[in-house]
């Protein structure tokens, strides 16, 4: 009789599960029977991509840090390396909102580290103290007592109070979510730390690795930022169709995770169960506690304590001619001390091709996270009206959109606060002790899509392993 094993969420952590436990099983000639249970309709999580109108509008996550070897390596793995693509290198750049005026993220400034001098210091984001306070970073000792300090913390103690509320804070906001006094820089941002240990300065680490890159190897990408010609939902597509040994249960919900007589049973909405060998919940930490409940009350306890946000996404399209702004760059992010209702803008359009005609602009503005729970509750012509009127006062932009599209995303980003790291290891060890149960997704190691796809590959050869012992 074969092993079975039941992938709870078909995010691109379960997917990831699905497709490598399929692959894995398929080349060790081992019979499984796969099932992955989904909630929604439609596969994929947050990634979403809808074709409207002749724009490809990412509702979700539009891109993957290249850096991060995972997404790159199942794009290739899945055949599909003809249809990746960087950003724009006609249109690079980043700017900051600061007075209510866009001001150019110097060149060579990795979030808040400086590695280029001439435009570090002919920028206008920064005064002459806070440029000086900046650069003094490499002069600052290295921590020693390994205290997992805030972000603000750790920005402050190394760069000052500029670099805090001009870069990090924003883009921190813009890409997590998140608020910098209760982040985790040890868990949300590890290089630092790394860094800083290491070398003594993250200015220091940095132009060392930036030279490492330069002297590298062929495989370095070009881009920083990566994503597909048709967009993320590609690559969900694609784990979908190649992965033939797995049977898909969507629309329905996984309630609870039951042991009886030795075998884990999933208890699903419809009435139904499914008994399972082995188990990957790839859900929300929130939710794989109530899954987890009746089999591990600490494990719940535990997995509830991590935190969720909010966020919604505000496409806006617009007809070329007529608008008003260059958009030479990718867009900006917005400090908290602005008082702004977005987060952050992405001049889609300009930042990557195949996004729109040449007769046309796309924007993607970033409302809600920890700042801002309340935006994501609003009416869409609430949220709608609010956007626009940041937009246009901040870049200028009189004509009404020809398409709109608001997604919101409930309690979709967790939070990794002081103590983030300990908590895991914690959730890790009550998880191992339930046996072949396994854990994935962005609560745990990295919320980025490299992190799920790596989460997902982890948690299918460590079920397989154990249902081989």
């Not at 499984?32 to 979700?60: A, N």
């Not at 760069?159 to 998140?178: K, Q, Y």
């Not at 881009?223 to 690559?235: A, D, H, P, R, V």
């Not at 040449?358 to 709608?384: K, P, T, Y």
Request: charged residues 20%; proline residues 5%; contains cysteine.
């Amino acid at each position: 009789m074969k092993a079975s094993v039941v992938i709870i969420g078909a995010g691109i952590s379960g997917l990831s599960a699905a497709y490598r436990l399929d692959k894995l099983s398929t080349q060790a000639g081992i019979g499984l029977d796969i099932t992955v249970v989904e909630k929604e309709t439609q596969p994929g999580g947050t990634i979403r991509t809808e074709h409207i109108d002749g724009f490809v509008v990412e509702t979700g996550p539009d891109c993957f840090f290249a850096e991060k070897p995972y997404a790159g390596m199942l794009v290739n793995e899945l055949g599909m390396s003809d249809r990746l693509i960087g950003t724009n290198g006609r249109n690079q750049g980043t700017y900051v909102l600061w007075h209510n005026r866009l001001h150019r993220l110097p060149d060579g400034v990795v979030l808040m580290i400086p590695t280029r001098f001439a435009p570090f210091v002919t920028s206008t984001l920064f005064s002459l103290p806070g440029k000086i306070r900046m650069g003094m970073e490499i002069f600052v000792p290295r921590r020693t007592d390994g205290i997992d300090e805030s972000l603000s913390e750790f920005t402050l103690r190394r760069f000052g109070r500029e670099a805090l509320d001009r870069i990090a804070e924003p883009l921190v906001a813009g890409v997590h979510a998140g608020d910098p006094d209760t982040m985790s820089v040890r868990s949300s941002f590890p290089r630092f730390v790394t860094m800083e240990q290491k070398y003594g300065s993250l200015i220091r680490g940095m132009l060392n690795a930036r030279r490492v890159m330069r002297e590298g190897s062929p495989s370095t990408p070009a881009s920083m930022f990566m994503t597909m010609k048709g967009g993320l939902q590609e690559i969900i597509d694609a784990l979908q169709r190649q992965s033939p040994g797995v049977s898909f249960r969507t629309g329905v919900q996984a309630l609870a995770v039951e042991k009886s007589e030795g075998t884990y049973w999933v208890r699903l909405s419809d009435g139904g169960r499914i008994s399972a060998d082995g188990i990957v919940i790839a859900v929300p930490a929130y939710s794989a506690a109530g899954m987890l409940s009746p089999v591990s009350r600490e494990l719940s306890d535990l997995l509830t304590s991590i935190p969720y946000v909010s966020t919604a996404t505000v496409s806006l399209a617009y007809e070329k001619r007529g608008f008003g702004h260059p958009l030479k760059g990718f867009g900006f992010v917005v400090p908290r001390k602005e008082n702004r209702h977005i987060m952050a803008a992405t001049w889609t359009s300009s930042k990557f091709e195949y996004r729109t005609g040449d007769d046309a602009v796309l924007i993607r503005c970033f409302v809600g996270g920890a700042a801002h729970q309340d935006m994501v509750s609003r009416s869409d012509e609430e949220i709608l009206d609010l956007v626009r009127r940041d937009i246009d006062d901040i870049m200028g932009v009189s004509p009404s959109p020809v398409m709109v599209r608001i997604k919101r995303w409930i309690k979709a980003m967790p939070q990794y606060t002081i103590g983030h790291e300990p908590r895991v290891k914690a959730i890790e060890q009550l998880a191992e002790g339930l046996g072949n149960v396994c854990l994935a997704g962005s609560a745990y190691h990295g919320i980025g899509i490299s992190d799920c796809i790596n989460s997902g590959n982890t948690a299918a050869q460590s079920v397989l392993k154990r249902l081989l012992c």
